[in-house]
């Protein structure tokens, strides 16, 4: 076994300078090793930043166009309800219409389901 600090002379002899250089070779190795699956890791992070992005960017733009399509719905009800006696009546005889129709609706989904 050859002892630290000490050089050996002849065949097979090991120095410290070798066993250290060793040492620091295996190092270095598994340093690169770590250091590489971090590179690795950042660019996986980066790559689904990246996509979580895009994704919220399109979320936004959705957002948007259904914020104008609900704003421009919102004025011409407003402006319905602010126009004259006649569309008064229409919206009262629309809104009569849908409750007949969620009422017999109701009343034929009762006789369907007793008769199961």
């Known amino acids: 076994m050859a002892e630290w600090g000490k050089k ?7 120095t410290t300078e070798d066993m250290l250089e060793a040492e620091n070779n295996r190092l270095s ?7 590489s699956q971090l590179k690795s890791i950042a660019l996986d992070i980066q790559e689904e930043t990246e996509e979580q992005n895009r994704y919220m960017n399109g979320m936004d733009n959705e957002f948007d166009s259904t914020q104008g399509l609900l704003s421009g719905s919102f004025k011409r ?12 009546k229409l919206m ?5 219409f849908l409750v007949a129709f969620f009422f017999i609706a109701y009343l034929l989904m009762e006789k369907v389901l007793t008769r199961s």
């Open 8 to 14: 050996r002379n002849g065949r097979g002899a090991v």
């Open 29 to 35: 190795d598994n340093l690169a090793t770590k250091v």
């Open 77 to 88: 009800v407003q402006g319905m309800i602010q126009s004259g006696r006649g569309n008064r």
């Open 92 to 96: 009262c005889y629309i809104t009569l």
